[in-house]
Nanobody, 123 residues
Framework: VQLQACGGGLVQAGGSLRLPCAASGRTFSSYAMGWFRQAPGKEREFVAGIDWNGGRTHYADSVLGRFTISRDNAKNTVYLHMNSLKPEDTAVYYC?????????????????WGQGTLVTVSS
């Protein structure tokens, strides 16, 4: 399985971005997906996750109400819609796939990772 995340860039505080992550492989629709981020000098942290069929999602408290995760299994793609961005959202964002149907918060539960895309929010 290979993951390709994109859509990062420079945005002003209060702005929006959408990060798509495309996956290869025919089993994408069976697996849970997650978005994580890592800011300079900090550990990688969970941002959002979605179960295999989109039936359940979960968000970090810091992004709840501002970010939305969704997936299109026909396109093998998961999305992170980010609104009301804040400077503290600045980080490299990674998508990850878990070889299981249900999302987990811990990074160690995920099996494959994309290369990351940088999001910079200016104040």
């Amino acid at each position: 399985v290979q993951l390709q995340a994109c859509g990062g860039g420079l945005v002003q505080a209060g702005g929006s971005l959408r990060l798509p992550c495309a996956a290869s492989g025919r089993t994408f629709s069976s697996y849970a997906m997650g978005w994580f981020r890592q800011a300079p000098g900090k550990e990688r942290e969970f941002v959002a996750g979605i179960d295999w069929n989109g039936g359940r999602t979960h968000y970090a408290d810091s992004v709840l109400g501002r970010f939305t995760i969704s997936r299109d299994n026909a396109k093998n793609t998961v999305y992170l819609h980010m609104n009301s961005l804040k400077p503290e959202d600045t980080a490299v964002y990674y998508c990850a796939i878990r070889r299981g149907s249900y999302l987990y918060v811990a990074p160690d539960e995920y099996d494959y990772w994309g290369q990351g895309t940088l999001v910079t929010v200016s104040s």
